[in-house]
């Protein structure tokens, strides 16, 4: 079975704290993709990272982090020095790669809020 | 790169009415798109797959004679909501997939709010 599970349903923060956003991952696939999705109040998902089976490196981009841990089925996002810009819901999503599937499956969401 | 746009943002209509919702790739092709809804406070839920030149892939428990999917071309599919009925009032969220090979991802419109009255 494909599942993503974010356990927090809601994070509040005061703004240039640190915040990670936990997303644990289950699948039987040997290859398959882990992406995180930003959508903020507006509705639209914004694209914020891509990661495959494969490659464990933590990535940063900027105040943004993210931690690949295989060995826990874990795709943590952690997200630093937080500004009430980050203030969304921000969603971690499986791409398995059986039967070349295409379809995205999503966790739960987790809603963060950024307090001046 | 990678814009998804969407049409209309917001539509209110009374019940009975068809929808059409329009979901383009803006600079890049398309051969899937996928349509997906959301209710308040909660995840996204796939409603189908669409792919350029066939027919759609529902997944369980949407009606497809209810949510009609066209994919003519490599930039737009649409989705139209036919007899609305207020419980379809959402938000649907189209994405289309693109990127190089081996790198596809999936980019989100900015969603339609349909208001069925």
Redesign the interface.
């Known amino acids: 079975a494909q599942k993503v599970t974010q356990a927090q349903t809601e994070i509040s923060v005061v703004e240039k704290e640190d915040v990670t956003l936990d997303c644990v991952y289950e699948t039987r696939d040997t290859t398959y993709y882990l992406?995180w999705?930003k959508q903020p109040p507006?509705?639209?998902?914004?694209?914020l990272i891509?990661r495959n089976s494969f490659d464990e490196q933590n990535e940063i981009s900027g105040r943004y982090s993210w931690n690949f841990q295989k060995s826990t089925s874990s795709f943590n996002f952690t997200i630093t020095a937080s500004q009430v810009v980050d203030s969304a819901v921000y969603?971690c999503a499986l791409n398995p790669s059986q039967g070349g599937s295409?379809?995205?499956v999503?966790?739960?969401?987790t809603?963060l809020t950024v307090n001046p | 790169g990678a814009v998804v746009s969407q049409h209309p943002s917001r539509v209110i209509c009374k019940s009975g009415t068809s929808v059409k919702i329009e979901c383009r790739s803006l600079d890049f092709q398309a051969t899937t798109m996928f349509w997906y809804r959301q209710f308040p406070k909660k995840s996204l839920m796939l409603m189908a797959t669409s792919n350029e030149g066939s027919k759609a892939t529902y997944e369980q428990g949407v009606e497809k004679d209810k949510f009609l999917i066209n994919h003519a071309s490599l930039t737009l599919s649409t989705l139209t909501v036919t007899s609305a009925h207020p419980e379809d009032s959402s938000f649907y969220i189209c994405s289309a997939r693109g990127g190089a090979m081996g790198e596809e991802t999936q980019y989100f419109g900015p969603g339609t709010r349909l208001l069925v009255l």
């Open positions: 992406f999705y507006s509705g639209e998902l914004v694209f891509r969603f295409e379809k995205l999503f966790g739960k969401g809603k």
